[in-house]
T-cell receptor
Framework: DAGVTQSPTHLIKTRGQQVTLRCSPKSGHDTVSWYQQALGQGPQFIFQYYEEEERQRGNFPDRFSGHQFPNYSSELNVNALLLGDSALYLC??????????????FGPGTRLTVT | AQSVTQPDIHITVSEGASLELRCNYSYGATPYLFWYVQSPGQGLQLLLKYFSGDTLVQGIKGFEAEFKRSQSSFNLRKPSVHWSDAAEYFCAVGQGAQKLVFGQGTRLTINP
């Protein structure tokens, strides 16, 4: 049973560029959440997708956008990259956006470096 | 607003010694509480969770945590640490699979 997978593993971009990160949820999961983890910090919630719609959003600018596909996989897009966007981007999947006992399972992350 | 405080940024213990990592939370409703562990360059692995019922919960790798509502705490414990326990530990609060709010993390170093 495959867990949460993310691609690419590492990415180097230049300021002003755009980037797309990808996530495949754990088998049987239908909800995907994205987190940003800056160096030395805890993860911060970006947004959550369920039924191909953004259901909840954290305190991130509109430069951060996402998409969920019918097979439940998801993409995170970041436009006009800033140096401060350098971080580990974590994807987490779960069964349904609400309900009891629904913990989130995390992927290994994508390390984004903006130069 | 939800918040999580992990007062200890870095803790060093000797192999075989006991461990307690502190976590305090602020949340308006009954919280769901989690402890995750992160090895260098890796994602997060769930150690244990508390949703309801018995306030002492057992997790993987010999870890346990105790929920104390009166103190708004959810401290992680292990009776005897192993060198492989060296990692970053994160406490988080959330509700179901809604967004998780994480603490800043505690880095654990094990002395041989």
């Amino acid at each position: 049973d495959a867990g949460v997978t993310q691609s690419p593993t590492h990415l180097i971009k230049t300021r002003g560029q755009q980037v797309t990160l990808r996530c495949s949820p754990k088998s049987g999961h239908d909800t995907v959440s994205w987190y940003q983890q800056a160096l030395g910090q805890g993860p911060q919630f970006i947004f959550q997708y369920y039924e191909e719609e953004e259901r909840q959003r954290g305190n991130f600018p509109d430069r951060f956008s996402g998409h969920q596909f019918p097979n439940y996989s998801s993409e995170l897009n970041v436009n006009a990259l800033l140096l401060g966007d350098s971080a580990l981007y974590l994807c987490a999947s779960s069964v349904g956006p609400t309900g009891q006992g629904r913990e989130q399972y995390f992927g290994p992350g994508t390390r984004l470096t903006v130069t | 607003a939800q918040s999580v405080t992990q007062p200890d940024i870095h803790i060093t213990v000797s192999e075989g010694a006991s461990l307690e990592l502190r976590c305090n939370y602020s949340y308006g409703a009954t919280p769901y509480l989690f402890w995750y562990v992160q090895s260098p360059g890796q994602g997060l692995q769930l150690l244990l969770k508390y949703f309801s019922g018995d306030t002492l919960v057992q997790g993987i790798k010999g870890f346990e945590a105790e929920f104390k509502r009166s103190q708004s705490s959810f401290n992680l414990r292990k009776p005897s640490v192993h060198w492989s326990d060296a990692a970053e530990y994160f406490c988080a609060v959330g509700q179901g699979a809604q967004k998780l709010v994480f603490g800043q993390g505690t880095r654990l170093t094990i002395n041989p």
